[in-house]
């Protein structure tokens, strides 16, 4: 049977549709077979069974919206911290030139708001900024880690202590931004510069790199070019009004990693004004509801071998 014979017969005198009225119809049948557009929208707190409370919520949803930067090395932080860590350089390099040592000593107030837990912590870094050896005890509520304490100090010197190369010193780190940042980005592909346990992106292993140098004994001009580099980091935001393990207020310079799933987010808290290393805050997603810890910086200096105290 032929169907087109059958509708010329049916309308003989009917016309042949013109060139626009098919251009219409071709049209409208494009139109119709488009796919319509997916309408998008947040799970409902309720359902996502991860967080309890608004607060929770909001905190964790501020982490994962964090994680969405460029892709590793391209881009830069926002705006915000532009202009921080601008202001943070600039003062950096007016500072008077300091000692530095074959290694940096620190001391640290970690603490876990929400649970009984404060620990001192000391640590001996190289001068690249990976961790040759550390310490640390329990602290009382009040306490101020003092290191003479024998309760709390038991250090361990780590593997390779006795590295010497080139790339484990930071007066061989370039002052430039650009050529530091460059090297910075190396190192991280390479493994220089980390510790054992250091592992991820290299946005993020040169993130807490620099944070590691920023708490050390360096020359300013290396110090200035550091918080120049942080600027260059993608995904790196400032977050005024933060505060440390003991309490004082600061700047955080802050970006965020991990998957939807377990996402973390790290910073690193100054000094308002004269952008002086405060300490650290650290949220994780633990799936049952965020973990919090901060620290506080309360000693650093330059010493001439691991375990030795200024």
């Not at 098919?22 to 799970?43: E, H, I, N, S, V």
């Not at 310490?135 to 709390?152: F, L, N, Q, S």
């Not at 510069?193 to 790199?209: C, M, S």
């Not at 965020?256 to 690193?268: K, L, N, Q, W």
Request: glycine share 10%.
């Amino acid at each position: 049977m032929d169907e087109m014979a059958m509708l010329r017969e049916a309308g003989p005198d009917v016309p042949p549709p013109t060139d626009a009225a098919l251009r219409t119809g071709r049209d409208r049948l494009t139109a119709a077979a488009r796919p319509a557009r997916p309408r998008w929208r947040l799970p409902k707190p309720a359902a996502m069974g991860l967080l309890a409370g608004t607060a929770a919520l909001a905190a964790a949803v501020a982490i994962t919206v964090a994680q969405v930067v460029a892709p590793e090395g391209h881009g830069a932080g926002t705006i915000a911290a532009a202009e921080v860590l601008r202001d943070a350089a600039a003062t950096a390099r007016s500072a008077p030139p300091i000692r530095t040592g074959a290694y940096s000593y620190t001391r640290e107030l970690v603490v876990h708001p929400g649970v009984d837990d404060r620990q001192c912590k000391e640590t001996w870094l190289r001068r690249d900024g990976s961790v040759v050896a550390s310490g640390t005890g329990a602290e009382p509520p009040g306490g101020r880690c003092d290191p003479k304490d024998p309760a709390h100090w038991a250090p361990t010197l780590e593997p390779g202590h006795d590295d010497r190369r080139p790339h484990a010193d930071v007066r061989t780190l370039p002052t430039d931004p650009s050529a530091l940042r460059e090297r910075l980005y190396s190192d991280a592909a390479h493994g220089r510069g980390q510790n054992r346990d250091n592992t991820g992106p290299r946005d993020q292993l040169v993130f807490e790199r620099i944070g590691r140098l920023l708490r050390m004994t360096i020359p300013p001009e290396l110090r200035a070019a550091l918080f120049q580099t942080l600027a260059t980091i993608p995904g790196v935001d400032a977050v005024r009004g933060e505060k440390d393990a003991l309490g004082r207020p600061g700047i955080a310079l802050a970006r965020s990693f991990g998957d939807a799933a377990s996402p973390v987010r790290v910073e690193i808290i100054l000094a308002p004004g004269s952008y002086r290393y405060l300490g650290t805050k650290v949220v994780q997603d633990m799936g049952e509801g965020l973990q919090t810890d901060l620290t506080a910086l309360l000693a650093t200096a330059a010493v001439t071998e691991p375990f030795h105290r200024p």
